[in-house]
């Protein structure tokens, strides 16, 4: 059996952080490797801890990311 993986959408994005629309909620505080991808430029991979968790509008639950490492200027730049 492989790592559980979680599917969403991205609301916000900095260096620094990222807050995604989930539909199942992960856990605050727990460590998560996380991909963001567009359709402009290469994913970016990074670690981060899950600092917020709320239900969002309808039936999804927005939550929040800190990066361990804020992304390089030009990975973000390029997320874009």
């Given at each position: 059996?492989?790592?559980?993986?979680?599917?969403?959408?991205?609301?916000?994005?900095?260096?620094?952080?990222?807050?995604?629309s989930v539909?199942?909620?992960?856990?605050?505080?727990?460590?998560y490797r996380?991909?963001?991808?567009?359709?402009?430029?290469?994913?970016?991979?990074?670690?981060?801890?899950?600092?917020?968790?709320?239900?969002?509008?309808?039936?999804?639950?927005?939550?929040?990311?800190?990066?361990?490492?804020?992304?390089?200027?030009?990975?973000?730049?390029?997320?874009?």
């Amino acid at each position: 059996a492989g790592e559980p993986t979680m599917t969403g959408t991205t609301i916000n994005l900095s260096r620094g952080g990222c807050m995604v629309s989930v539909s199942n909620p992960p856990r605050v505080g727990d460590h998560y490797r996380i991909q963001i991808q567009s359709d402009s430029a290469n994913p970016i991979m990074t670690f981060a801890r899950c600092v917020r968790a709320m239900l969002g509008k309808g039936e999804v639950f927005e939550a929040g990311f800190q990066f361990f490492t804020p992304l390089e200027l030009a990975e973000f730049e390029t997320a874009f």
